[in-house]
């Protein structure tokens, strides 16, 4: 096919004296599915929101549909000439229904019964994208769990009423979705191209990346580096050219003589099978999302019907909601956790505080110059490791992480899984809820979540891909 | 001029200072330089009261997004009226008056947060519900009683070293401590954590209800302190001698520079405030403007000065 | 089982049932036409001035100045509009212009509401005093004629605020615009990404707020026949309180018009209920106090229990 969707010449932004885009060109073809991938901090969220007309360009030049673009691009713009995105952090309106919510992107969905055909539009897409979804049109957003809410929001995006369709950009569209409505998801992105639409698909997740996409666009430090068809990738390559090194981590073996050691935390409240972390362990929570994992975390957490022996710290994964202070310096919130430990006749001992925020930062690689700055001048995958330093600077033995690898870049993650291992060598003890399946293979035992409540325990030999899936969908495949 | 510029938006404080010494330079202006001194040392002794509550309402707001104080009016009352019955004008009944008066506004604050946390009243309405009660238990309490403070007292309240109100003094003491509360202790890092984000403060660690039930007695207490000063100050305690701080706690609040978001406060700034809010008066008072006119004033310039000092910043 | 979240809507209406029930109880000689017409007679000013503040509160601000604005009004209409009623419809129009601006205002320096308004109150107490030092002036007789209507069977002030909570509750909770107002509360930045302006969301907002602050003026005017600025001081905590008696939030775009207006009427009757009581007045404002909190305490139970459910 020929002629572009949309297209991006020399594209720079800059914020104060970050340069988040230095000079991109990019383009979309119509019916294409373009994948782009790329570290944290790469730029790729910067020119997904250029694209969407929800931030300015510095510099560079736009055109849609062949026309370029003067003045500024702005989001009703976009939408008049069919450009939708879907973006990281959710869009909808909480305090709204479903069909309220897609009112909210549709001007023309108003006058006498609109409340009808705004309902009737999202379950039709609903029904086309996700059988069996289980969301109804005048659910509120906010009495929804989170996956859900991501298909209601990715569902509307493929919405038409009056205003075309042509692109649709999914930032990380999988972050809260199960294995199930992931597949679901990628499955109609090729249907959905088949009949034309053009979609651009950011993920971590490379196995999405190279099955749905048609070619490939790698970022690195606010430029493209690689872009090539799909089928001349493979998993390892895409990694090279974002530019981390390839590594297997599934040497690490199991240690001998655990079962000696001391009983960290006991849980007997999730169903038939007890939860139990023994002192140096690390224990890993898998199954679908929203099955009780983080629920299982917080409850070990508040100390509510556990046995828990040791002092707790928690890593987030929603950083926004659960993690990092905003107006806080990057120190600040690497410390606030070990504070208490730090005083001296009641008072902060600001030297020992700023020694080990210093410590910390060196040993997280913390990507900053200065520990004073705002937690929020460091990108997504650095602020997860200024979590991580909160928990592991702290005198907690034990760590409960909530998924808190999402949307953190490969490089980043290595260096977690490394230090977590040697931290538990050191005697700490490790209970990990991951969505990604990967991550399991650094754990000591594995519970699967369903319902609720633990349907099985895997040790690391028994640790199968086949075996989770098999315990998580025991009775929903009917 | 750049870094001037950084180092000014790090410290919004300073603009409450400039504006109260632009006010003032108007005044003495005007007065062709007559009465300086004296105005500054009265408005440091009418702005300590101010001063007082604005910090306990300081730490509420600094709690985050919603909580306020507005039971501090009533308690001011209760805790004057308290503080007068019980000592009855004796020097020897002082201590215990005193200890009276804390102590009711100590039962205030663990009502409040009660209200708050127990009920999950919003707490704009719950400390609003309870200074209803507090106010009628006051008028009850304190009936057509109009009692002289004990001598010791008026004069605390009322005397000046080289010109400078040593209430004035004693209140600078108070900011300091609560400056170092905040900026040095656990409680402080709380009171900033809970009030950016809740859940997030409670999952690095924190007791965020020990937290808040602290700041909401402590604003009590502070009020309390308020009422037993203001109440050596004129002469006794009057039903209606909170009245003005609630409004008052508030504004000085705002234009010290605390977040009303939550999660900064700002402890200079609440000086600032407190005396360009009384400098503001006196500065009206000489140039003769009616009590109608100022009223309208007070209310534009708090207006221009929160539209000058802007509201926070757009997180990216 | 309970359904939890229909008692939750219901609760603003249980609670005003309940205060009713107990006035009859203690003052049975009110359970009349003329006796609900009485107790009732502020409920009209009460409800619009609480719909003016719940406009507000949809976009997460709170009006520390519509009492004293209500107050303005009267006196504005006792006298100019009196006296040359174009100059005063022109002034009324002049002061709901102003409403609009503090809301374009807040909305473009990112201003707290409550600091701003907190400001407001004070010059519209002013100004209010300004133009009517001491109670007086005259209300228009078509004001007072409206005020007096009588309606068969259901008195007036009660017909009146049903109609006015139900016709701002379509508009608000149903109609297609009344979606972009509440989302404009509960996630401005995806309204601004979906290009809507949320500026003039809230200038709209703003607008409705002070349109509605003039009708509970006028219709306050109209019911005491003249005017005094400090006549509806308390409307401010009145508005506030009967928007969150009658199931609204604080942030978050979550409203109920028909609650709110609900949740006034309550406050209004339980003020005429502590009077039949016949408790000291030492006692009258501690107990409006305490009916408050028994009346968020019972909305409180209900929420958590169905948060739990």
Same mark, same amino acid.
């Given at each position: 096919?020929?002629?572009?969707?949309?297209?991006?010449?020399?594209?720079? &932004?800059?914020?104060?004296?970050?340069?988040?885009?230095?000079?991109?060109?990019?383009?979309?073809?119509?019916?294409?599915?373009?994948?782009?991938?790329?570290?944290?901090?790469?730029?790729?969220?910067?020119?997904? #929101?250029?694209?969407?007309?929800?931030?300015?360009?510095?510099?560079?030049?736009?055109?849609?549909?062949?026309?370029?673009?003067?003045?500024?691009?702005?989001?009703?713009?976009?939408?008049?000439?069919?450009?939708?995105?879907?973006?990281?952090?959710?869009?909808?309106?909480?305090?709204?229904?479903?069909?309220?919510?897609?009112?909210?992107?549709?001007?023309?969905?108003?006058?006498?019964?609109?409340?009808?055909?705004?309902?009737?539009?999202?379950?039709?897409?609903?029904?086309?994208?996700?059988?069996?979804?289980?969301?109804?049109?005048?659910?509120?957003?906010?009495?929804?769990?989170?996956?859900?809410?991501?298909?209601?929001?990715?569902?509307?995006?493929?919405?038409?009423?009056?205003?075309?369709?042509?692109?649709?950009?999914?930032?990380?569209?999988?972050? *809260?979705?199960?294995?199930?409505?992931?597949?679901?998801?990628?499955?109609?992105?090729?249907?959905?191209?088949?009949?034309?639409?053009?979609?651009?698909?950011?993920?971590?997740?490379?196995?999405?990346?190279?099955?749905?996409?048609?070619?490939?666009?790698?970022?690195?430090?606010?430029?493209?580096?690689?872009? &090539?068809?799909?089928?001349?990738?493979?998993?390892?390559?895409?990694?090279?050219?974002?530019? *981390?090194?390839?590594?297997?981590? &599934?040497?690490?073996?199991?240690?001998?003589?655990?079962?000696?050691?001391?009983?960290?935390?006991?849980?007997?409240?999730?169903?038939?099978?007890?939860?139990?972390?023994?002192?140096?362990?690390?224990?890993?929570?898998?199954?679908?999302?929203?099955?009780?994992?983080?629920?299982?975390?917080?409850?070990?957490?508040?100390?509510? #019907?556990?046995?828990?022996?040791?002092?707790?710290?928690?890593?987030?994964?929603?950083?926004?909601?659960?993690?990092?202070?905003?107006?806080?310096?990057?120190?600040?919130?690497?410390?606030?956790?070990?504070?208490?430990?730090?005083?001296?006749?009641?008072?902060?001992?600001?030297?020992?505080?700023?020694?080990?925020?210093?410590?910390?930062? &060196?040993?997280?690689?913390?990507?900053?110059?200065?520990?004073? #700055?705002?937690?929020?001048?460091?990108?997504?995958?650095?602020?997860?490791?200024?979590?991580?330093?909160?928990?592991?600077? *702290?005198?907690?033995?034990?760590?409960?992480?909530?998924?808190?690898?999402?949307?953190?870049?490969?490089?980043?993650?290595?260096?977690?899984?490394?230090?977590?291992?040697?931290?538990?060598?050191?005697?700490?003890?490790?209970?990990?809820?991951?969505?990604?399946?990967?991550?399991?293979?650094?754990? !000591?035992?594995?519970?699967?979540?369903?319902?609720?409540?633990?349907?099985?325990?895997? !040790?690391?030999?028994?640790?199968?891909?086949?075996?989770?899936?098999?315990? *998580?969908?025991?009775?929903?495949?009917? | 001029?750049?870094?001037?510029?950084?180092?000014?938006?790090?410290?919004?404080?300073?603009?409450?200072?400039?504006? $109260?010494?632009?006010?003032?330079?108007?005044?003495?202006?005007?007065?062709?330089?007559?009465?300086?001194?004296?105005?500054?040392?009265?408005?440091?002794?009418?702005?300590? /009261?101010?001063?007082?509550?604005?910090?306990?309402?300081?730490?509420?707001?600094?709690?985050?997004?919603?909580?306020?104080?507005?039971?501090?009016?009533?308690?001011?009352?209760?805790?004057?009226?308290?503080?007068?019955?019980?000592?009855?004008?004796?020097?020897?009944?002082?201590?215990?008056?005193?200890? $009276?008066?804390?102590?009711?506004?100590?039962?205030?604050?663990?009502?409040?947060?009660?209200?708050?946390?127990?009920?999950?009243?919003?707490?704009?309405?719950?400390?609003?519900?309870?200074? /209803?009660?507090?106010?009628?238990?006051?008028?009850?309490?304190?009936?057509?009683?109009?009692?002289?403070?004990?001598?010791?007292?008026?004069?605390?309240?009322?005397?000046?070293?080289?010109?400078?109100?040593?209430?004035?003094?004693?209140?600078?003491?108070?900011?300091?401590?609560?400056?170092?509360?905040?900026?040095?202790?656990?409680?402080?890092?709380?009171?900033?954590?809970?009030?950016?984000?809740?859940?997030? $403060?409670?999952?690095?660690? /924190?007791?965020?209800?020990?937290?808040?039930?602290?700041?909401?007695?402590?604003?009590?207490?502070?009020?309390?302190?308020?009422?037993?000063?203001?109440?050596?100050?004129?002469?006794?305690?009057?039903?209606?001698?909170?009245?003005?701080?609630?409004?008052?706690?508030?504004?000085?609040?705002?234009?010290?520079?605390?977040?009303?978001?939550?999660?900064?406060?700002?402890?200079?700034?609440?000086?600032?405030?407190?005396?360009?809010?009384?400098?503001?008066?006196?500065?009206?008072?000489?140039?003769?403007?009616? $009590?109608?006119?100022?009223?309208?004033?007070?209310?534009?310039?708090?207006?221009?000065?929160?539209?000058?000092?802007?509201?926070?910043?757009?997180?990216? | 089982?309970?359904?939890?979240?229909?008692?939750?809507?219901?609760?603003?209406?249980?609670?005003?049932?309940?205060?009713?029930?107990?006035?009859?109880?203690?003052?049975?000689?009110?359970?009349?036409?003329?006796?609900?017409?009485?107790?009732?007679?502020?409920?009209?000013?009460?409800?619009?001035?609480?719909?003016?503040?719940?406009?507000? +509160?949809?976009?997460?601000?709170?009006?520390?100045?519509?009492?004293?604005?209500?107050?303005?009004?009267?006196?504005?209409?006792?006298?100019?509009?009196?006296?040359?009623?174009?100059?005063?419809?022109?002034?009324?129009?002049?002061?709901?212009?102003?409403?609009?601006?503090?809301?374009?205002?807040?909305?473009?320096?990112?201003?707290?509401?409550?600091?701003?308004?907190?400001?407001?109150?004070?010059?519209?107490?002013?100004?209010?005093?300004? +133009?009517?030092?001491?109670?007086?002036?005259?209300?228009?007789?078509?004001?007072?004629?409206?005020?007096?209507?009588?309606?068969?069977?259901?008195?007036?002030?009660?017909?009146?605020?049903?109609?006015?909570?139900?016709?701002?509750?379509?508009?608000?909770?149903?109609?297609?615009?009344?979606?972009?107002?509440?989302?404009?509360?509960?996630?401005?930045?995806?309204?601004?990404?979906?290009?809507?302006?949320?500026?003039?969301?809230?200038?709209?907002?703003?607008?409705?707020?002070?349109?509605?602050?003039?009708?509970?003026?006028?219709?306050?005017?109209?019911?005491?026949?003249?005017?005094?600025?400090?006549?509806?001081?308390?409307?401010?905590?009145?508005?506030?309180?009967?928007?969150?008696?009658?199931?609204?939030?604080?942030?978050?775009?979550?409203?109920?018009?028909?609650?709110?207006?609900?949740?006034?009427?309550?406050?209004?009757?339980?003020?005429?209920?502590?009077?039949?009581?016949?408790?000291?007045?030492?006692?009258?404002?501690?107990?409006?106090?305490?009916?408050?909190?028994?009346?968020?305490?019972?909305?409180?139970?209900?929420?958590?229990?169905?948060?739990?459910?």
């Amino acid at each position: 096919m020929t002629g572009t969707v949309i297209k991006l010449d020399g594209a720079e &932004k800059s914020f104060g004296a970050v340069r988040a885009l230095a000079g991109v060109d990019f383009s979309v073809r119509p019916g294409e599915c373009v994948g782009l991938v790329g570290h944290n901090g790469a730029g790729k969220s910067t020119l997904m #929101n250029i694209l969407a007309g929800t931030l300015q360009r510095s510099a560079g030049e736009l055109s849609v549909g062949g026309r370029n673009i003067e003045g500024t691009w702005t989001a009703s713009r976009a939408q008049g000439d069919g450009v939708r995105c879907v973006f990281q952090e959710l869009s909808l309106c909480p305090n709204l229904s479903v069909a309220e919510n897609v009112r909210i992107t549709h001007g023309a969905i108003r006058g006498m019964g609109w409340k009808s055909r705004a309902g009737a539009l999202i379950a039709a897409k609903l029904d086309e994208i996700f059988p069996g979804h289980g969301i109804r049109p005048d659910d509120e957003i906010s009495d929804l769990p989170i996956g859900k809410r991501q298909m209601a929001e990715i569902a509307r995006a493929f919405t038409v009423t009056t205003e075309p369709l042509r692109l649709v950009i999914l930032d990380e569209p999988t972050s *809260s979705l199960d294995a199930v409505t992931a597949q679901q998801l990628l499955a109609f992105v090729r249907q959905e191209t088949g009949r034309g639409t053009s979609i651009i698909l950011i993920s971590h997740l490379l196995g999405e990346i190279l099955a749905a996409s048609d070619r490939i666009v790698v970022m690195k430090d606010g430029k493209v580096v690689a872009e &090539k068809p799909a089928r001349e990738f493979t998993r390892d390559s895409l990694v090279a050219a974002m530019g *981390s090194e390839v590594r297997h981590s &599934k040497t690490a073996t199991a240690k001998t003589g655990k079962s000696e050691a001391g009983m960290a935390v006991r849980v007997t409240t999730a169903g038939a099978i007890a939860l139990e972390a023994r002192k140096g362990e690390v224990i890993g929570l898998a199954g679908l999302a929203g099955h009780g994992q983080t629920r299982m975390l917080l409850q070990i957490y508040g100390r509510k #019907n556990a046995e828990v022996k040791g002092a707790v710290a928690f890593v987030a994964g929603d950083r926004q909601s659960d993690g990092v202070f905003n107006i806080w310096s990057i120190g600040h919130n690497m410390s606030v956790r070990s504070v208490a430990a730090l005083r001296r006749l009641g008072l902060i001992d600001v030297k020992a505080e700023q020694n080990l925020q210093g410590e910390w930062r &060196k040993r997280m690689a913390i990507r900053t110059d200065d520990v004073n #700055n705002n937690i929020l001048t460091l990108s997504g995958g650095n602020q997860q490791k200024a979590l991580f330093a909160r928990a592991l600077a *702290s005198d907690a033995t034990i760590i409960l992480m909530d998924d808190p690898m999402r949307g953190v870049d490969i490089g980043t993650k290595q260096e977690v899984y490394d230090m977590i291992r040697s931290e538990a060598a050191a005697g700490r003890t490790f209970i990990w809820y991951t969505t990604e399946f990967d991550e399991l293979d650094h754990c !000591d035992r594995t519970y699967v979540f369903r319902n609720q409540g633990i349907v099985a325990a895997l !040790d690391r030999s028994e640790l199968s891909e086949e075996r989770v899936l098999q315990a *998580s969908f025991a009775e929903a495949v009917a | 001029m750049k870094n001037l510029a950084a180092a000014l938006s790090g410290k919004p404080w300073i603009w409450s200072f400039v504006a $109260a010494a632009l006010v003032w330079l108007a005044t003495i202006t005007y007065t062709g330089g007559q009465g300086g001194g004296a105005i500054l040392s009265a408005a440091l002794s009418f702005a300590t /009261f101010t001063i007082i509550v604005g910090l306990g309402q300081m730490l509420v707001i600094t709690t985050g997004p919603g909580n306020v104080d507005l039971s501090i009016p009533a308690t001011i009352t209760l805790s004057g009226v308290v503080a007068m019955k019980v000592m009855d004008t004796e020097t020897s009944r002082l201590l215990i008056g005193v200890v $009276a008066a804390l102590a009711a506004s100590f039962v205030v604050g663990c009502f409040n947060f009660g209200l708050i946390r127990l009920l999950r009243i919003p707490p704009i309405i719950a400390t609003l519900s309870s200074s /209803f009660l507090v106010l009628s238990t006051a008028i009850s309490y304190g009936r057509g009683l109009r009692i002289k403070p004990p001598p010791p007292l008026a004069e605390f309240a009322t005397m000046r070293m080289l010109g400078i109100p040593v209430v004035a003094l004693f209140v600078l003491l108070l900011t300091i401590a609560i400056a170092v509360l905040l900026s040095r202790t656990l409680y402080g890092r709380s009171v900033s954590a809970v009030g950016q984000n809740m859940r997030a $403060a409670w999952l690095a660690g /924190f007791n965020v209800d020990r937290t808040r039930f602290s700041t909401y007695v402590l604003s009590a207490l502070l009020a309390g302190v308020c009422g037993i000063v203001l109440s050596g100050f004129s002469g006794g305690a009057a039903l209606n001698m909170g009245e003005e701080f609630l409004l008052a706690s508030i504004a000085v609040v705002v234009i010290g520079g605390t977040s009303v978001a939550g999660g900064r406060a700002s402890v200079p700034g609440i000086w600032g405030a407190a005396i360009f809010m009384y400098l503001l008066v006196t500065m009206l008072n000489t140039f003769g403007a009616s $009590a109608v006119i100022r009223l309208v004033l007070t209310g534009l310039i708090i207006i221009v000065v929160i539209v000058i000092a802007g509201g926070e910043k757009e997180q990216r | 089982m309970i359904n939890r979240s229909l008692l939750r809507q219901a609760l603003p209406f249980l609670s005003l049932a309940v205060v009713l029930a107990a006035t009859f109880y203690v003052q049975p000689r009110t359970m009349s036409y003329f006796g609900l017409n009485l107790m009732l007679q502020y409920a009209v000013p009460i409800a619009l001035a609480t719909i003016a503040q719940m406009f507000i +509160i949809t976009v997460n601000d709170l009006d520390l100045s519509i009492g004293p604005f209500v107050g303005l009004v009267g006196c504005v209409s006792a006298t100019l509009l009196y006296n040359d009623p174009f100059l005063g419809v022109l002034a009324l129009l002049a002061l709901i212009a102003c409403y609009g601006a503090v809301g374009a205002l807040i909305h473009l320096r990112n201003l707290p509401s409550i600091v701003v308004t907190l400001g407001l109150s004070f010059v519209w107490l002013g100004i209010a005093v300004l +133009i009517l030092p001491s109670p007086g002036g005259k209300a228009p007789d078509w004001l007072k004629a409206i005020m007096s209507f009588q309606f068969p069977y259901v008195p007036f002030p009660i017909v009146a605020a049903v109609v006015i909570g139900l016709v701002v509750h379509v508009a608000l909770m149903n109609s297609s615009f009344g979606v972009i107002a509440r989302g404009a509360g509960g996630n401005p930045k995806a309204l601004a990404r979906a290009g809507w302006s949320l500026l003039w969301t809230k200038v709209s907002m703003y607008l409705l707020a002070g349109f509605f602050g003039v009708l509970s003026g006028l219709s306050l005017l109209g019911l005491t026949t003249s005017a005094d600025a400090h006549v509806a001081d308390r409307y401010t905590l009145y508005s506030i309180a009967g928007v969150i008696l009658g199931g609204g939030e604080f942030v978050g775009g979550r409203v109920s018009p028909l609650g709110a207006v609900v949740g006034a009427l309550t406050l209004a009757l339980a003020g005429s209920f502590l009077i039949f009581l016949k408790i000291s007045p030492d006692w009258q404002i501690g107990a409006q106090g305490a009916i408050l909190i028994i009346v968020l305490a019972l909305r409180a139970a209900v929420t958590y229990g169905e948060k739990r459910a």
